[in-house]
């Protein structure tokens, strides 16, 4: 493609906008590889995308139960459906949505608004005193 050179290094922020985060679960153990966590303990910093790990990358839960390693190749896409704020511990669930607020069963977490904020802080005022907004960015995958 002419003039797609030059475009090789985009930022980690650009790069959560234009990119969907993809995730990757062990079919052996069901553990998760998140990109946005990566695995630091094992010197793969945040960030780095699944396809971007190393080819000798192994499972770090299955080499650790003794059943050998388990490559990228017994890794397979995978996406959450639930989010749990870390704050509170509500669950967004995207089969349930949350249809009193307009959010129709089916809405990936992903796709709500950037200003989405925790039905459950929202209405806490010690929680909004002393955190302010509590938004998206409080919310983690739930593996199961
Ligand atoms: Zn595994
Ligand atoms: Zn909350």
Request: charged letters at 25%.
């Amino acid at each position: 493609m002419p003039g797609s050179t030059g475009r090789a290094v985009i930022g980690w922020r650009e790069m959560t906008r234009v990119k969907k985060v993809q995730r990757y679960k062990c079919r052996y153990c069901e553990y998760v590889y998140s990109p946005l966590a990566g695995e630091p303990h094992r010197g793969i910093p945040a960030g780095t995308a699944f396809e971007a790990l190393p080819e000798d990358y192994s499972c770090p839960v299955c080499g650790a139960k003794g059943k050998g390693a388990i490559g990228k190749w017994g890794f397979e896409p995978w996406e959450p459906t639930r989010f749990r704020c870390k704050i509170c511990g509500y669950v967004y669930d995207k089969s349930r949505g949350e249809p009193h607020r307009g959010f129709a069963a089916g809405t990936a977490f992903e796709d709500l608004p950037d200003n989405y904020q925790c039905p459950v802080c929202g209405i806490d005022p010690k929680i909004t005193a002393a955190l302010g907004k509590v938004g998206k960015e409080q919310f983690e995958p739930l593996m199961i």
